[in-house]
């Protein structure tokens, strides 16, 4: 059980550059999620899915896209890369039970560091 | 606007005494409130949740407290240890809603 993947660990892309991040997982959760995190700024919400096929915007969506073509799999796309999308990335799984008691726990990867020079 | 606020500064502590974290929040009704923590490097791991309806939650050497009337919540590690040095981070979900709002989170640091 890898729980959460992400693939690649680390990135330098140019300016205007384009590339896909890619998050897997495997416990078949329904929802699943894609943060940045800055220093100062703490986790922000890029993208979310709610199950296979959908996909809506988070906080700061501006400038990536997203794809959830299979359930256990999350893609955050940057068509043309800037600067101001270095950051490090994590994508997050979490259940869809909201009983009473669900922890509504996240499972995060282990990152991906980015830097757009 | 919805605001959450945790400490910026880094809180260091002697080894066995127990350290207190605080997650204060703004114009927000939540339904529950979490714990993780965030080692160098690596991705946050879930600690804890507390209920709205729940004044308090322990697991181990863990403790948090929430008051809504505050709009406060305490994180308390008893007899802390070098390994509980960590950034600890709050997060609050509204009612009806799956998706958390992360704070900046607390650097811990423990000092043996």
């Known amino acids: 059980n890898a729980g959460v993947t992400q693939t690649p660990k680390f990135r330098v892309l140019k300016t205007g550059q384009s590339m896909t991040l890619l998050c897997a997982q495997d416990m078949n959760h329904e929802y699943m999620y894609w943060y940045r995190q800055d220093p100062g700024m703490g986790l922000r919400l890029i993208h979310y899915s709610v199950g296979e096929g959908t996909t809506a915007k988070g906080e700061v969506p501006d400038g990536y896209n997203v794809s959830r073509l299979k359930k256990q799999n999350f893609l955050l796309g940057l068509e043309s890369a800037a600067p101001s999308q270095t950051s490090v990335y994590f994508c997050?799984?979490?259940?869809?039970?909201?009983?009473?008691?669900?922890?509504?726990?996240?499972?995060f990867g282990p990152g991906t560091r980015l830097t757009v020079t | 606007s919805q605001k959450i606020e945790q400490n910026s500064e880094a809180l260091n502590i002697q080894e066995g005494k127990t350290a207190t974290l605080t997650c204060n929040y703004t114009?927000?009704?939540?339904?529950?409130l979490q714990w993780y923590r965030q080692d160098p490097g690596r991705g946050p791991v879930f600690l804890l949740l507390?209920?709205?309806?729940?004044k308090e939650k322990r697991k181990e050497r863990l403790k948090v407290t929430f008051d809504t009337t505050l709009k406060q919540s305490l994180f308390h590690i008893t007899a802390s240890q070098p390994a509980d040095s960590a950034t600890y981070l709050c997060?609050?979900?509204?009612?009806?809603?799956?998706?958390?709002?992360f704070g900046r989170g607390t650097s811990l640091i423990v000092h043996p």
């Open positions: 997060a609050l979900s509204s009612g009806g809603s799956y998706i958390p709002t």
């Open positions: 114009n927000y009704s939540p339904a529950y």
């Open positions: 507390i209920r709205e309806n729940e």
């Open positions: 997050a799984s979490s259940y869809t039970d909201r009983g009473p008691t669900s922890s509504y726990e996240q499972y």
